[in-house]
């Protein structure tokens, strides 16, 4: 019974490739982000979206396209992928996104980029 | 823009010592602030948080106050155990700023027996 459930765990592949991760809750919440944890644990966010509408997109290369097909899910595509984009990327859910609200985040999915 | 600055690691204590991670932010408006832990290969879980200012947040022996007039939020056990070895990260979120959370870098505590 997982609340934020991310895949895949890890994911190795050469530069220019393009890959997806998903991301679901079971929590019921309205809004899910993603976020990018790099090699120094530094924590940036990249998108939210609140009941499968953009709210934030932060500068973020446009290789990166996030999809939610409901509010339950939201993926993440990278295009054409790059040295750069290795990385820790971890999904989170929060039940309206408004600021006070706990983010739940999943297990992470680390990116290897060869 | 908001930011968050907390103190670098490795912290290193002995089981049973007292911890502190100082964190101080810069915000638009009135943030609520969070601290956040990660367990070795693991996402983050929320540790506390606090909404307003001079809220104190707790959990797990772990306290911090929302200290406005110093913009802090500093985290605090008395007891540290062996379990407590992690990566705690101080976090804000503010209206203005679309309520996004803003970390600051993480602090990696090590609990020695």
């Known amino acids: 019974d997982t609340a934020v459930s991310q895949t895949p765990k890890y994911l190795v592949t050469q530069m220019g490739n393009d890959k997806s991760i998903k991301c679901e809750q079971n929590l019921g919440h309205d809004t899910m982000y993603w976020y990018k944890q790099d090699s120094k644990k530094f924590l940036k966010i990249m998108f939210s979206y609140n009941n499968k509408e953009l709210i934030i997109n932060e500068t973020v290369p446009n290789r990166f396209s996030p999809k939610s097909p409901d509010k339950a899910h939201l993926n993440l595509h990278i295009n054409s992928l790059e040295l750069g984009d290795s990385a820790v990327y971890f999904c989170?859910?929060?039940?309206?996104?408004?600021?006070?609200?706990?983010?739940?985040f999943g297990p992470g999915t680390r990116l290897t980029v060869l | 823009g908001d930011s968050v600055t907390q103190m670098e690691g490795p912290v290193t204590l002995s089981e049973e010592a007292f911890l502190t991670i100082n964190c101080t932010y810069t915000a638009t408006g009135y943030p609520s602030l969070f601290w956040y832990v990660q367990y070795p290969g693991e996402g983050l879980q929320l540790l506390l948080k606090?909404?307003?200012?001079?809220d104190k947040g707790s959990n797990k022996g772990f306290e911090a106050t929302y200290r406005k007039e110093t913009t802090s939020f500093h985290l605090e056990k008395g007891s540290v155990q062996v379990s407590d070895s992690a990566v705690y990260f101080c976090a804000l979120s503010s209206q203005a700023a679309g309520n996004k959370l803003t970390f600051g870098g993480g602090t990696r505590v090590l609990v020695k027996p």
């Open positions: 989170a859910s929060s039940q309206t996104g408004g600021g006070a609200d706990t983010q739940y």
């Open positions: 606090a909404t307003k200012a001079d």
